[in-house]
């Protein structure tokens, strides 16, 4: 179970449609929106540091509704650790820590059942044979329910937590990490010193000792095999061994509970600062000004929420055409498509087909009949019905568009690259400067966070540190208040469906509860004050008497707000992109009333249920984006093979090649933070990911082995290998041998920098090559043909959407008018002349490839996005066994949601064509008053707020 967290309604009819319908179009009451947040950022609360406190009576301490030394007793833990646990709790700041990291797997994630919540609701919307007849490889109606209760117990058992325990033992038995006053401001990572060395050493044991219960439950197969061969890495005559997966493993582990340990444990000590510092600035403007905490008590109950949600794989354009009710041009041309998929074949002999077969009733179903259904997707359709304006129809992922790159756009507002950036441009890359290949399915997943931070990157929890602040199953949260771990999401999700949306509903129900309670005592102390300042005093005792009341009524009111509702909320939902990889983007699977858009949909539902309860929801802004779309794959090829193989083959010596990445489908990769393989012998190192890019990072750069090696470089390459004076068209090569697969690649002409770059993109069409070129300056973009000779066709930017209804009269002439202004009147020589990329957005959203020549051009403003990136033609995948595809630049990968709903929307101007990087902008705008600006102070994109008030 460890490894998998590492690897890797009627009810809802009758109350979100008409509420969600009425709450469209109304003013916000948000008269003191800011001012709460500037007098708490100001005045109250200074978060710069957070001492490690003791104020809380251990014996109201309580893990799994008993006191935490009797339930240490209980644990099969040998005599020796038991004895020594027990001794060391009562010093308060140990057992704390030790409190708060076990309630996290015991009490957070435990306590419920098994039971799937959206399969539990569809049976009370449908009737058995309607069901039936959308059954699925996900969804059957008749399932074991002993099957299904299996990893939920596993999850808590009393070895797993037992075994935690010693691990905490071991780890923090010293002064450094558990009697210090001021807790870190980051957490910091195992290094290679003599001190952490002999850590791994002792921790090792019970690592092994772990996943060999683990591996000795589990059915045959890949993942067994693969946890053996950890097993076996362990052994002493491999200790010291060069990546040993042992020690990988062990180092991880170490981090993981290290670093979740001290999250929680300053997550409750931030908790106990809130308080006493509410609590006594409270109590002190009372004394000195009445006037002005009347002022902000009010404030406060005026003030704004926002909800943020990030949906793995979301495309606004499935969903729209979801929610309509006759069939749209995307229904049938994604239906013909596959009808016709033969046509997609690249004529290789080495092509296969994804090992799963697409079921596709549902897509076929709607496009031949209306959709009369009012349980699926009762969400949406009430969203794109009553604010239609405020989703925008064309709405980009930036390139490529891959998981690991978008999700912290989306979650952060930065950039990759530049001051503030967030340092990750793909799902796998080499640094240079550490001679380090990363690829982060596997346990480099836990280097994501040390690489944003290292980055200087700010998350919305950074931004945000004096507003009450959640995160639901998202990663970059160190400093959110209230967390769900995104990777035990990840590793329990697929197999315990609806795991971490349950306990993140089950949290907010228990403050939705809460609010009411808070706000009926904050308008009774409000009644309170006001009458204590009309009490005369003329009856001194009495006055002061009730004065004192009140003082301590305030202290009990800051204990208490803590228990109340988020001011912000971010959530991750990974399930549409996940299941969609396997199952295909149009199957059963994900788009029928039983499929994962429909489960999003109810659990969108249940969230907006919880705030109407809690009295807010009128005061919550909602914006929800995806970080990309999905592609269906009808045939696969891999360039390994038709690329590098043939040429070795041809040049009859070996190339030095090391493939740091799976191909998509197969297991996860188990990397050594410490000890990973040198690159500096090599010719090139390979990456796949998504089925939808294919990156080659080269080092044979004139100017030494860190710089990126430019195309005319590449035309002249030299193998390590090659005989003296011999040099490769590597771009040529790869380009012919690809040629009826490839869509285009795409390499730096010149050095590359947040600030201009030039390169070249290079495909073939009807059996000729096109060499194409785009060039930046700063806002400011030129495409055209290498050779200047005609228009570049490469980027489709002239061709019409073939899944999108054809463009109005107004809107042809508009990108008529485009076409002419960036491609025709737009000369090299005058770089004034040259498009902005507003305009780019405005005119490639017409197209099939939206946003393309903007994307593109910033492709490689991080060093570290390889050398060459290959992206493969519609219907074809690169390195993959199935039928689901992202990463690559086709219309249905790029196109991501990104919209905006809730009782502050006031305006009715449609967005205009954003990028998902601007939903977080937005948000903080409305929770701050504070202007966004793109480039400054780490943000990356816009924000939209402006317009959703228009």
Same mark, same amino acid.
């Given at each position: $179970?460890?490894?998998?967290?590492?690897?890797?309604?009627?009810?809802?009819?009758?109350?979100?449609?008409?509420?969600?319908?009425?709450?469209?179009?109304?003013?916000?009451?948000? &008269?003191?929106?800011?001012?709460?947040?500037?007098?708490?950022?100001?005045?109250?609360?200074?978060?710069?540091?957070?001492?490690?406190?003791?104020?809380?009576?251990?014996?109201?301490? *309580?893990?799994?509704?008993?006191? @935490?030394?009797?339930?240490?007793? *209980?644990?099969?833990?040998?005599?020796?650790?038991?004895?020594?646990?027990?001794?060391? #709790?009562?010093?308060?700041?140990?057992?704390?820590?030790?409190?708060?990291?076990?309630? $996290?797997?015991?009490?957070?994630? &435990?306590?419920?059942?098994?039971?799937?919540?959206?399969?539990?609701?569809?049976?009370?919307?449908?009737?058995?044979?309607?069901?039936?007849?959308?059954?699925?490889?996900? !969804?059957?109606?008749?399932?074991?329910?002993?099957?299904?209760?299996?990893?939920?117990?596993?999850?808590?058992?009393?070895?797993?937590? =037992?075994?935690?325990?010693?691990?905490?033992?071991?780890?923090?038995?010293?002064?450094?990490?558990?009697?210090?006053?001021?807790?870190?401001?980051?957490?910091?990572? #195992?290094?290679?010193?003599?001190?952490?060395?002999?850590?791994?050493?002792?921790?090792?044991?019970?690592?092994?000792?772990?996943?060999?219960?683990?591996?000795?439950?589990?059915?045959?197969?890949?993942?067994?095999?693969?946890?053996?061969?950890?097993?076996?890495?362990?052994?002493?005559?491999?200790?010291?061994?060069?990546?040993?997966?042992?020690?990988?493993?062990?180092?991880?582990?170490?981090?993981?509970?290290?670093?979740?340990?001290?999250?929680?444990?300053?997550? !409750?000590?931030?908790?106990?600062?809130?308080?006493? =510092?509410?609590?006594?600035?409270?109590?002190?403007? $009372?004394?000195?000004?009445?006037?002005?905490?009347?002022?902000?008590?009010?404030?406060?109950?005026?003030?704004?929420? /926002?909800?943020?949600?990030?949906?793995?794989?979301?495309?606004?354009?499935?969903?729209?055409?979801?929610?309509?009710?006759?069939?749209?041009?995307?229904?049938?041309?994604?239906?013909?498509?596959?009808?016709?998929? +033969?046509?997609?074949?690249?004529?290789?002999?080495?092509?296969?087909?994804?090992?799963?077969?697409?079921?596709?009733?549902?897509?076929?179903?709607?496009?031949?009949?209306?959709?009369?259904?009012?349980?699926?997707?009762?969400? !949406?359709?009430?969203?794109?019905?009553?604010?239609?304006?405020?989703?925008?129809?064309?709405?980009?992922?930036?390139?490529?568009?891959?998981?690991?790159?978008?999700?912290?756009?989306?979650?952060?507002?930065?950039?990759?690259?530049?001051?503030?950036?967030?340092?990750?441009?793909?799902?796998?890359?080499?640094?240079?400067? %550490?001679?380090?290949?990363?690829?982060?399915?596997?346990?480099?997943? #836990?280097?994501?966070?040390?690489?944003?931070?290292?980055?200087?990157?700010?998350?919305?929890?950074?931004?945000?540190?004096? @507003? %009450?602040?959640?995160?639901?199953?998202?990663?970059?949260?160190?400093?959110?208040?209230?967390?769900?771990?995104?990777?035990?999401?990840?590793?329990?999700?697929?197999?315990?469906?609806?795991?971490?949306?349950?306990?993140?509903?089950?949290?907010?129900?228990?403050? =939705?509860?809460?609010?009411?309670?808070?706000?009926?005592?904050?308008?009774?102390?409000?009644e309170e004050i006001e009458h204590y300042q009309q009490q005369s005093w003329w009856a001194p005792l009495a006055k002061l008497s009730r004065k004192r009341l009140i003082k301590e009524r305030l202290g009990k009111l800051a204990a208490l707000s803590e228990q109340g509702m988020p001011d912000y909320l971010l959530m991750y939902l990974p399930w549409p992109d996940h299941f969609a990889h396997f199952k295909g983007p149009f199957s059963d699977e994900i788009i029928a009333p039983t499929g994962e858009l429909n489960?999003?949909?109810?659990? #969108?539902?249940?969230?907006?249920?919880?705030?109407?309860?809690? &009295?807010?929801?009128?005061?919550?802004?909602?914006? $929800?984006?995806?970080?990309?779309?999905?592609?269906?794959?009808?045939?696969?090829?891999?360039?390994?093979?038709?690329?590098?193989?043939?040429?070795?083959?041809?040049?009859?010596?070996?190339? /030095?090649?090391?493939?740091?990445?799976?191909?998509?489908?197969?297991?996860? %990769?188990?990397?050594?933070?410490?000890?990973?393989?040198?690159?500096?012998?090599?010719? @090139?190192?390979?990456?796949?990911?998504?089925?939808?890019? !294919?990156?080659?990072?080269?080092?044979?750069?004139?100017n030494g082995w860190q710089t990126q090696p430019l195309y005319h470089e590449l035309i002249h390459w030299t193998p390590l290998q090659a005989p003296e004076g011999s040099s490769v068209d590597l771009i040529d090569a790869t380009a012919r041998r690809l040629h009826d697969s490839l869509d285009y690649l795409a390499v730096r002409e010149t050095p590359c920098t947040p600030d201009r770059c030039t390169l070249r993109l290079v495909g073939y069409r009807n059996g000729v090559r096109q060499d194409e070129i785009i060039?930046?300056?700063?806002?400011?973009?030129?495409?055209?043909?290498?050779?200047?000779?005609?228009?570049?066709?490469?980027?489709?930017?002239?061709?019409?959407?073939?899944?999108?209804?054809?463009? +109005?009269?107004?809107?042809?002439?508009?990108?008529?008018?485009?076409?002419?202004?960036?491609?025709?009147?737009? *000369?090299?020589?005058?770089?004034? +002349?040259?498009?902005?990329?507003?305009?780019?957005?405005?005119? *490639?959203?017409?197209?099939?490839?939206?946003?393309?020549?903007?994307?593109?051009?910033?492709?490689?403003?991080?060093?570290?996005?390889?050398?060459?990136?290959?992206?493969?033609?519609?219907?074809?995948?690169?390195?993959?066994?199935?039928?689901?595809?992202?990463?690559?630049?086709?219309?249905?990968?790029?196109?991501?949601?990104?919209?905006?709903?809730?009782?502050?929307?006031?305006?009715?101007?449609?967005?205009?064509?954003?990028?998902?990087?601007?939903?977080?902008?937005?948000?903080?705008?409305?929770?701050?008053?504070?202007?966004?600006?793109? &480039?400054?102070?780490?943000?990356?994109?816009?924000?939209?707020?402006?317009?959703?008030?228009?």
């Amino acid at each position: $179970m460890m490894m998998r967290i590492l690897c890797g309604g009627l009810l809802l009819t009758q109350l979100l449609q008409p509420a969600l319908a009425a709450d469209i179009g109304k003013v916000p009451v948000v &008269g003191g929106l800011y001012h709460a947040s500037h007098i708490i950022k100001g005045q109250i609360l200074d978060t710069s540091t957070l001492v490690a406190t003791t104020t809380r009576d251990l014996t109201l301490f *309580t893990i799994g509704g008993t006191t @935490l030394d009797t339930y240490i007793l *209980t644990l099969p833990l040998d005599s020796a650790t038991k004895g020594r646990v027990i001794g060391r #709790l009562t010093n308060p700041m140990y057992a704390i820590q030790l409190g708060h990291f076990l309630y $996290m797997f015991k009490d957070r994630y &435990g306590g419920y059942d098994s039971e799937d919540r959206f399969k539990t609701y569809l049976k009370q919307q449908y009737s058995a044979d309607e069901l039936k007849r959308y059954e699925h490889s996900l !969804f059957s109606i008749e399932e074991p329910v002993a099957a299904a209760a299996e990893p939920q117990a596993e999850l808590v058992n009393d070895r797993l937590i =037992a075994t935690l325990v010693s691990l905490y033992d071991a780890l923090f038995n010293n002064d450094e990490w558990v009697l210090g006053r001021h807790l870190p401001d980051q957490y910091r990572y #195992l290094g290679d010193s003599a001190a952490d060395r002999a850590l791994i050493q002792r921790v090792q044991p019970l690592i092994i000792g772990l996943l060999t219960d683990f591996e000795a439950q589990m059915a045959p197969g890949e993942f067994k095999h693969a946890v053996a061969a950890i097993i076996a890495d362990a052994a002493p005559e491999r200790a010291g061994s060069v990546n040993n997966k042992a020690e990988a493993v062990t180092i991880t582990l170490i981090d993981f509970v290290r670093y979740n340990v001290l999250k929680n444990y300053r997550q !409750f000590a931030l908790e106990q600062k809130r308080i006493d =510092a509410f609590s006594d600035w409270m109590q002190l403007q $009372m004394d000195d000004d009445p006037d002005a905490l009347l002022r902000f008590l009010n404030s406060q109950d005026q003030r704004g929420f /926002a909800v943020q949600v990030a949906v793995d794989g979301l495309q606004q354009g499935l969903i729209q055409a979801l929610v309509t009710p006759t069939p749209t041009p995307f229904i049938t041309h994604a239906l013909a498509n596959y009808r016709q998929r +033969s046509h997609y074949r690249p004529h290789n002999n080495s092509v296969v087909e994804p090992e799963h077969p697409q079921q596709l009733d549902y897509l076929k179903t709607r496009a031949e009949s209306t959709d009369q259904d009012p349980h699926y997707l009762p969400f !949406f359709k009430t969203l794109y019905r009553t604010q239609p304006t405020a989703i925008t129809e064309h709405g980009a992922s930036t390139t490529p568009t891959i998981s690991v790159r978008n999700l912290p756009i989306i979650k952060t507002g930065a950039t990759v690259a530049g001051p503030g950036g967030t340092g990750i441009p793909n799902f796998h890359f080499v640094d240079r400067d %550490k001679d380090r290949a990363y690829y982060f399915f596997g346990n480099d997943a #836990l280097q994501l966070e040390k690489l944003f931070q290292d980055h200087g990157a700010k998350t919305m929890f950074d931004r945000l540190p004096h @507003l %009450k602040t959640m995160s639901c199953n998202a990663q970059y949260d160190w400093n959110a208040q209230i967390s769900y771990d995104a990777l035990v999401n990840l590793g329990l999700g697929e197999a315990v469906r609806d795991f971490g949306e349950r306990r993140c509903a089950g949290e907010l129900a228990r403050r =939705a509860q809460a609010e009411p309670k808070i706000r009926a005592e904050r308008r009774a102390l409000i009644e309170e004050i006001e009458h204590y300042q009309q009490q005369s005093w003329w009856a001194p005792l009495a006055k002061l008497s009730r004065k004192r009341l009140i003082k301590e009524r305030l202290g009990k009111l800051a204990a208490l707000s803590e228990q109340g509702m988020p001011d912000y909320l971010l959530m991750y939902l990974p399930w549409p992109d996940h299941f969609a990889h396997f199952k295909g983007p149009f199957s059963d699977e994900i788009i029928a009333p039983t499929g994962e858009l429909n489960r999003l949909d109810y659990w #969108l539902g249940r969230y907006t249920e919880l705030y109407q309860q809690s &009295g807010i929801y009128d005061q919550t802004l909602w914006g $929800m984006a995806g970080d990309h779309g999905l592609a269906p794959i009808y045939y696969a090829l891999n360039p390994e093979v038709e690329v590098l193989q043939a040429l070795e083959t041809e040049l009859g010596y070996p190339l /030095a090649v090391r493939k740091i990445s799976s191909d998509e489908g197969e297991g996860p %990769k188990i990397t050594n933070a410490h000890h990973y393989p040198s690159n500096r012998e090599l010719d @090139l190192v390979i990456a796949s990911t998504a089925g939808g890019n !294919f990156m080659l990072d080269l080092f044979n750069a004139r100017n030494g082995w860190q710089t990126q090696p430019l195309y005319h470089e590449l035309i002249h390459w030299t193998p390590l290998q090659a005989p003296e004076g011999s040099s490769v068209d590597l771009i040529d090569a790869t380009a012919r041998r690809l040629h009826d697969s490839l869509d285009y690649l795409a390499v730096r002409e010149t050095p590359c920098t947040p600030d201009r770059c030039t390169l070249r993109l290079v495909g073939y069409r009807n059996g000729v090559r096109q060499d194409e070129i785009i060039q930046r300056r700063g806002n400011r973009l030129f495409y055209r043909r290498a050779d200047n000779r005609g228009q570049p066709i490469l980027l489709d930017v002239a061709r019409s959407n073939p899944y999108l209804a054809p463009l +109005s009269g107004h809107l042809q002439a508009e990108k008529q008018r485009l076409l002419r202004r960036c491609l025709t009147q737009a *000369t090299l020589a005058q770089p004034d +002349s040259w498009c902005t990329d507003a305009q780019w957005r405005t005119l *490639t959203q017409f197209g099939p490839r939206p946003d393309s020549v903007n994307q593109l051009a910033h492709l490689y403003d991080e060093d570290r996005a390889g050398t060459i990136n290959l992206f493969p033609k519609e219907g074809v995948g690169y390195n993959t066994l199935v039928p689901g595809r992202h990463a690559g630049e086709h219309y249905l990968e790029k196109d991501a949601f990104l919209g905006f709903w809730g009782t502050p929307v006031t305006g009715n101007t449609p967005l205009p064509a954003a990028v998902n990087g601007s939903l977080a902008p937005t948000l903080y705008q409305y929770l701050t008053g504070e202007p966004v600006v793109a &480039g400054e102070d780490g943000w990356g994109f816009p924000s939209l707020w402006p317009q959703l008030q228009q």
